[in-house]
Antibody, heavy 119, light 107 residues
């Protein structure tokens, strides 16, 4: 069974940092590209970042470029998102999602980890 | 950035009836369009990719259509479990973008 479990969310002050993790199991993690997608409370979905299966291709939304860093450890079946210089606009549920190789749509999602940026 | 616009924002339909949700892209996305369903407190679930291909396990009452800039998700004979928020999503260009969602509620 495919499982994606996010962790690392919590309350952080504006300007602070947080590192999110996503533990993958039930599939060959090294064979799949991954996304981070976020959802502010009561709002819609916003794509945040993409990383290819090998980690050599990475994209970011303009809203996080220069502040967030996506990475993966295929040996540990783990995806990460390092978030720096956080603002209240980064408050959201953060989901990791597996991408279908042929279409790059997200077929499996974790349950999310909540990040709250507040003083 | 490709802007995805969904209509209506809220759709009230009775169980057993048909629901039609629309999604428009600000430029052509070809057939690189997906639909997701999200229920309160849950992660999104992939329904449709390639504008019209149902994901594994998705009932046949869900039908996607369209190409280019105009897309439709039709749900025939609504079941109680279908009342949720639906998002369209383009994966044609970076950055990936989502529509703002259509809330399908019970009439």
């Amino acid at each position: 069974e495919v499982q994606l479990v996010e962790s690392g969310g919590g309350l952080v002050q504006p300007g602070g940092s947080l590192r999110l993790s996503c533990a993958a199991s039930g599939f060959s993690f090294m064979s799949y590209s991954m996304n981070w997608v976020r959802q502010a409370p009561g709002k819609g979905l916003e794509w945040v970042s993409y990383i290819s299966s090998s980690g050599d291709t990475i994209y970011y939304a303009d809203s996080v470029k220069g502040r967030f860093t996506i990475s993966r450890d295929n040996a540990k079946n783990s995806l990460s998102l390092q978030m720096n210089s956080l603002t209240d606009e980064d408050t959201a549920m953060y989901y990791c999602a597996r991408l279908v190789n042929t279409t790059l749509t997200s077929d499996y999602w974790g349950q999310g980890t909540l990040v709250t940026v507040s003083s | 950035e490709i802007v995805m616009t969904q209509s209506p924002a809220t759709l009230s339909v009775s169980p057993g009836e048909r629901a039609t949700l629309s999604c428009r892209a600000s430029q052509s996305v070809g057939s690189n369009l997906a639909w997701y369903q999200q229920k309160p407190g849950q992660a999104p679930r992939l329904l449709i990719s390639g504008a019209s291909t149902r994901a594994t396990g998705i009932p046949t009452r869900f039908t996607g259509s369209g190409s280019g800039t105009e897309f439709t998700l039709t749900i025939s004979s609504l079941q109680s479990e279908d009342f949720a928020v639906y998002y369209c999503h383009q994966y044609h260009k970076w950055p990936r973008t989502f529509g703002q969602g259509t809330k399908l509620e019970i009439k």
